[in-house]
């Protein structure tokens, strides 16, 4: 069946650096890729996403990037503060997702 | 707006009860979707409905789940009867009209079946 992998599981960075999450989808129908954040306790919260026709969109210290033909898509968040620390989820798909199975990001003040 | 609004928070139950959790979109979308978050399966849809109307229901795990959405601004998902592996929390999402396919989450079911 249609999946999503997202890659690493965990990741942990200090406070100021940067830190990139990556996933590839495999249905070629997918034209929605959206990102969200989800800390403890609460639901999933969408941060950031884009659509097919672009290839990169950024929105203040976050950017996605997507690559159609390699099927690929990644999540960058510079400079890195405490409270980006989170599980972060990729999906992807059109009216309905398929999800990623999530990284959690630890930043280290 | 209020965001999509989901009861109870929190739901302990004994096996073989009969579970109902609720849902209110955002007011003026007309797509909602139930999903379910475990540790070992991650973020699964359940179901989907555009207009009231169940879309696209091949996510729903067994006969013991149902769903109803009786108007634009209420769902309901079903257990009939619980079973300890239904433990998990259940989301419940919703999207606007239009070509909208950014998709709002609540906050939240965490139900335990014991």
């Known amino acids: 069946g249609e999946n999503v992998e997202q890659h690493p599981s965990t990741l942990s960075v200090q406070e100021g650096d940067s830190a990139v999450i990556k996933c590839t989808y495999s249905?070629?129908?997918?034209?929605?890729f959206p990102w969200y954040k989800q800390e403890l306790g609460k639901g999933p919260q969408l941060i950031i996403d884009i659509r097919s026709n672009v290839g990169e969109k950024k929105d203040q210290r976050i950017a996605v990037t997507l690559n159609k033909t390699a099927k690929h898509f990644s999540l960058h968040i510079t400079e890195t503060q405490p409270e980006d620390s989170a599980v972060y989820f990729c999906?992807?798909?059109?009216?309905?997702?398929?999800f990623g199975t999530g990284t959690r990001l630890k930043v280290l003040a | 707006d209020a965001g999509v609004i989901q009861s109870p928070r929190h739901e302990v139950t004994e096996m073989g009860q009969e579970v109902t959790l609720r849902c209110k979109p955002i007011?003026?979308?007309?797509?909602l979707f139930w999903y379910r978050q475990t540790m070992m399966r991650g973020l699964e849809l359940l179901i989907y409905f555009n207009n009231n109307v169940p879309i696209d229901d091949s996510g729903m795990p067994e006969d013991r789940f149902s769903a109803k959405m009786p108007n634009a601004s209420f769902s309901t998902l079903k257990i009939q009867p619980s079973e300890p592996r239904d433990s998990a929390v259940y989301f419940c999402?919703?999207?606007?009209?239009?070509?909208?396919?950014?998709?709002?989450f609540g906050p939240g079911t965490r139900l335990t079946v014991t």
């Open positions: 999402a919703s999207s606007g009209s239009g070509g909208e396919l950014e998709q709002y």
């Open positions: 249905d070629s129908a997918s034209n929605y």
């Open positions: 999906a992807a798909g059109t009216y309905k997702y398929i």
């Open positions: 007011s003026g979308h007309n797509s």
